[in-house]
């Protein structure tokens, strides 16, 4: 796709974001600055190496090499280009706001630039972020540098694709010639591009994802009363995603969403809300299934094993979902955390995150069979591919109980039962959670009322900050 050189870009932040911008950027055929503070970071990129997984990255940046400059110097970014990209993180506060620290470093260290420029902001920000960037350039001497909203929709694991091809491209200025210069860099693409005032630029990229939490929480609720009432949420939203009103995307039940953004944006918005005197209660309902669905598999453990001291549970995948490497609020920590709390043995297989600290207590394994030798339980927590061929007669005389509780839904009922295995998964109507089988001995504790949907205070539940 690379044409001839096009207008140079800076890029601030050299994160998951900022690298995949900065990369899809230069494969368009810009020249590309990209910035960041972490010494070690900007040295291994020039080396070649990505600090993180995300599929088809590293050959593309690895192609447009010539186009792509790191650098530990602000001046150096910001002297190289109008456009100064800023995707640096905003990681959630204990009082739920995004931190927007990094952003204001990022002002800070501008030098005095005598020409005009625009900070193009692609991190994702509260809405008013740009009023209060514009009156810290105003501040600064630097009124003369423009401001537009051009926030990202890149899910992880397939960024690159999206970043190409974009549903939509949005772009919100104060000035309309800034608006316009920002969205010439995206003419290429075959997307609309939605103008907006930089408010509305900035709430459209929170409601997206409010709004694709809330689907999934809604899917997980369903799926819940799926298994009180013999319906399989496999089937319903199936039939509900044909609905061209409703679409089939994000109706996947079950352990709930993670990452670096659903859990994070979400509770920024309702605090967002609620700092401005409106209490956004469905979002509250979307977080607070959440974190209740999480802990639902435990439940569902019992019910097979009774008290879960001492059993084996082997939980398959930790990323927060297939194809990163990501484990920023993923289901897993809280999953391992609550078995640990019980008392279990666990162990845990990736076939790509690597836990390090995160996960103190868990015996990390290298495949699928060492994770569940002598296992009580197989857990899938993760919709890895490599899952789906769990129930193989390998894995069943590898474990010394057949046990297979899929938390992503991706074996077939069926088949799994066939080959041998007992097998439960979310909302399906084959393995309703109030029918409990025979034990070995008996439960130490109730079905608790989070299990049969009723939500308690998602304030009381164990809550996993980050490191
Ligand atoms: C999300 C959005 O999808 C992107 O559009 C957005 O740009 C990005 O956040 C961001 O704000 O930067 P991402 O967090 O990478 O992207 O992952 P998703 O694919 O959206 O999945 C989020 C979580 O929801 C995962 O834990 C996934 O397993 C879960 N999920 C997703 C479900 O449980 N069910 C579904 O049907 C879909």
Same mark, same amino acid.
């Given at each position: 796709? /690379?044409?001839?050189?096009?207008?140079?870009?800076?890029?601030?932040?050299?994160?998951?974001?900022?690298?995949?911008?900065?990369?899809?950027?230069?494969?368009?055929?810009?020249?590309?600055?990209?910035?960041?503070?972490?010494?070690? &970071?900007?040295?291994?990129?020039? /080396? @070649?190496?990505?600090?993180?997984?995300?599929?088809? +990255?590293?050959?593309?940046?690895?192609?447009?090499?010539?186009?792509?400059?790191?650098?530990?110097?602000?001046?150096?970014?910001?002297?190289?280009?109008?456009?100064?990209?800023? #995707?640096?993180?905003?990681?959630?506060?204990?009082?739920?706001?995004?931190?927007?620290?990094?952003?204001? !470093?990022?002002?800070?260290?501008?030098?005095?630039?005598?020409?005009?420029?625009?900070?193009?902001?692609?991190?994702?920000?509260?809405?008013? !972020?740009?009023? &209060?960037?514009?009156?810290?350039?105003?501040?600064?001497? =630097?009124?003369?540098?423009?401001?537009?909203?051009?926030?990202?929709? +890149?899910?992880?694991?397939?960024?690159?694709?999206?970043?190409?091809?974009?549903?939509?491209?949005?772009?919100?200025?104060?000035?309309?010639?800034? @608006?316009?210069?920002?969205?010439?860099?995206?003419?290429?693409?075959?997307?609309?591009?939605?103008?907006?005032?930089?408010?509305?630029?900035?709430?459209?990229?929170?409601?997206?994802? $409010?709004?694709?939490? !809330?689907?999934?929480?809604?899917?997980?609720?369903?799926?819940?009363? #799926?298994?009180?009432?013999?319906?399989?949420?496999?089937?319903? $939203?199936?039939?509900?995603?044909?609905?061209?009103?409703?679409?089939?995307?994000?109706?996947?039940?079950? %352990?709930?969403?993670?990452?670096? #953004?659903?859990?994070?944006? !979400?509770?920024?918005?309702?605090? =967002?809300?609620?700092?401005?005197?409106?209490?956004?209660?469905?979002?509250?309902?979307?977080?607070?299934?959440?974190?209740?669905?999480?802990?639902?598999?435990?439940?569902?453990?019992? &019910?097979? +094993?009774?008290?879960?001291?001492? &059993?084996?549970?082997?939980? =398959?995948?930790?990323?927060?979902?297939?194809?990163?490497?990501?484990?920023?609020? /993923?289901?897993?920590?809280?999953?391992?955390?609550?078995?640990?709390?019980?008392?279990?043995?666990?162990?845990?297989?990736?076939?790509?995150?690597?836990?390090?600290?995160?996960?103190?207590? %868990?015996?990390? #394994?290298?495949? %699928?069979?060492?994770?569940?030798?002598?296992?009580?339980?197989?857990?899938?927590?993760?919709?890895?591919?490599?899952?789906?061929?769990?129930?193989?007669?390998?894995?069943?005389?590898?474990?010394?109980?057949?046990?297979?509780?899929?938390?992503?839904? +991706?074996?077939?009922?069926?088949?799994?039962?066939?080959?041998?295995?007992?097998?439960?998964?979310?909302?399906?109507?084959?393995?309703?959670?109030?029918?409990?089988?025979?034990?070995?001995?008996?439960?130490?504790?109730?079905?608790?009322?989070?299990?049969?949907?009723?939500?308690?205070?998602?304030?009381? $539940?164990?809550?996993?900050?980050?490191?």
């Amino acid at each position: 796709m /690379a044409g001839q050189a096009k207008e140079p870009l800076s890029i601030f932040g050299a994160g998951w974001v900022g690298l995949v911008t900065g990369s899809c950027f230069a494969e368009l055929g810009h020249e590309v600055v990209v910035r960041d503070v972490v010494p070690e &970071k900007i040295e291994r990129l020039r /080396a @070649g190496e990505l600090p993180f997984f995300e599929p088809g +990255l590293a050959e593309l940046v690895e192609r447009n090499a010539e186009r792509l400059t790191f650098t530990l110097d602000a001046a150096e970014a910001a002297h190289a280009s109008e456009l100064l990209f800023v #995707c640096v993180d905003t990681p959630p506060t204990y009082s739920g706001d995004a931190d927007l620290s990094r952003v204001w !470093t990022v002002i800070d260290e501008l030098p005095q630039l005598d020409r005009r420029g625009i900070l193009v902001m692609k991190s994702t920000v509260p809405v008013g !972020t740009g009023e &209060k960037v514009r009156a810290a350039l105003e501040g600064r001497g =630097l009124s003369h540098i423009g401001y537009v909203s051009n926030p990202e929709f +890149l899910a992880e694991g397939h960024a690159v694709d999206d970043f190409m091809r974009p549903d939509r491209v949005v772009v919100g200025a104060f000035a309309e010639a800034d @608006g316009d210069h920002v969205s010439a860099l995206y003419s290429e693409m075959d997307a609309p591009t939605v103008r907006a005032d930089v408010a509305s630029a900035e709430m459209i990229k929170l409601a997206a994802n $409010a709004f694709l939490a !809330t689907r999934i929480s809604f899917i997980n609720e369903i799926a819940n009363v #799926c298994e009180v009432t013999g319906a399989d949420v496999e089937k319903v $939203a199936e039939g509900v995603g044909l609905d061209h009103r409703l679409g089939p995307h994000f109706l996947r039940a079950g %352990v709930g969403f993670g990452g670096s #953004c659903f859990p994070k944006d !979400t509770n920024a918005l309702k605090q =967002l809300a609620s700092n401005s005197g409106y209490h956004f209660q469905l979002l509250s309902a979307v977080i607070e299934v959440n974190e209740l669905q999480k802990r639902r598999v435990i439940n569902k453990l019992q &019910k097979y +094993l009774g008290r879960l001291r001492e &059993k084996r549970i082997a939980l =398959l995948g930790l990323a927060f979902k297939a194809n990163t490497d990501d484990m920023r609020e /993923a289901p897993s920590v809280v999953l391992a955390s609550r078995l640990l709390a019980e008392g279990a043995d666990v162990r845990a297989y990736d076939p790509v995150a690597r836990p390090g600290e995160l996960l103190r207590g %868990v015996s990390v #394994c290298e495949s %699928v069979l060492e994770a569940v030798r002598g296992a009580d339980a197989a857990v899938i927590v993760t919709d890895w591919d490599e899952f789906r061929s769990l129930a193989s007669s390998e894995v069943r005389d590898a474990m010394r109980r057949p046990l297979i509780i899929d938390g992503r839904n +991706l074996l077939d009922p069926e088949a799994a039962r066939a080959a041998g295995f007992d097998y439960e998964g979310i909302g399906r109507a084959s393995s309703p959670l109030a029918a409990l089988p025979e034990t070995d001995e008996p439960s130490s504790v109730d079905v608790p009322s989070e299990a049969m949907g009723q939500t308690g205070s998602a304030e009381n $539940a164990e809550h996993f900050s980050r490191e």
